[in-house]
């Protein structure tokens, strides 16, 4: 069973960057075939892909989120990290990581999320 | 980007009844290999969203058969032959043909 959990600052001031870490265990995040994703929730946008890293490395991002976000991942740990740079209020929202077939969506298994609030 | 766009946005129903929600694309999501590259999940109140349908008609496992995914294209269509009450919640339909992925604006089930 593949479980995924994510963790980091339930809060950051404006301007500064978020840094997240999602733990991935029942499953290589080496494994081929798969990617791992970051995906955020909130009121006034819904749901939003932000980028993913795929099992070999590579990333991409939506072009809303390109110039200010990073994924990596640390495959030592079984942990890939999302890097969001110059917060605002409006990056406020609940974070999930989830995983998916590369090239496809189907995301099959998902975080609890962790709520991100952005405020002085 | 394409956008998904999902109707209705609220659908009250009676346990018991069936129950049906319509989304479009803006873009054909018929892929060459000729599956249609459109996702059904379900949130449930205070949890993550959940895979019900992928590949517009596929059941993910565990999924119980009165959930059924249908279309083709840009026009889908998420039934419930006999609505539960741990059907409860929002439900999404996604696209997953091209970068960036996205989303519906959702759909809130609830029960009469």
């Known amino acids: 069973q593949v479980q995924l959990r994510e963790s980091g600052p339930g809060q950051v001031k404006p301007g500064q960057t978020l840094s997240l870490t999602c733990a991935v265990s029942g499953r290589s995040i080496t494994t081929g075939g798969y990617s791992w994703s970051w995906i955020r929730q909130s009121a006034g946008r819904g749901l939003e892909w932000l980028g993913y890293?795929?099992?070999?490395?590579?990333?991409d991002y939506s072009p809303s989120f390109k110039s200010r976000t990073t994924i990596s991942m640390d495959t030592s740990t079984s942990q890939f990290s999302l890097s969001l740079s110059s917060m605002t209020a409006a990056d406020t929202a609940v974070y999930f990581c989830?995983?998916?077939?590369?090239?496809?969506?189907?995301?099959?298994?998902w975080g609890r999320g962790i709520l991100v609030t952005v405020s002085p | 980007d394409i956008v998904m766009t999902q109707s209705p946005l609220s659908l009250p129903v009676t346990p018991g009844e069936p129950a049906s929600i319509s989304c479009r694309s803006s873009?054909?999501?018929?892929?060459?290999?000729?599956?249609?590259?459109l996702d059904w999940y379900l949130q449930k109140p205070g949890q993550s969203p959940q895979l019900l349908i992928y590949?517009?008609?596929n059941r993910a496992v565990g999924v119980p058969d009165r959930f059924s995914g249908s279309g083709s294209g840009t026009d889908f269509t998420l039934k419930i032959s006999r609505v539960e009450a741990e059907d409860v919640g929002v439900y999404f339909c996604m696209q997953g043909l091209q970068t960036p992925i996205t989303f519906g604006q959702g759909t809130r089930l609830e029960l009469k």
């Open positions: 590949l517009g008609s």
């Open positions: 989830a995983r998916s077939l590369t090239n496809y969506g189907k995301f099959d298994y």
């Open positions: 873009q054909n999501l018929l892929h060459y290999n000729g599956y249609n590259y």
């Open positions: 890293i795929s099992h070999s490395g590579s990333t």
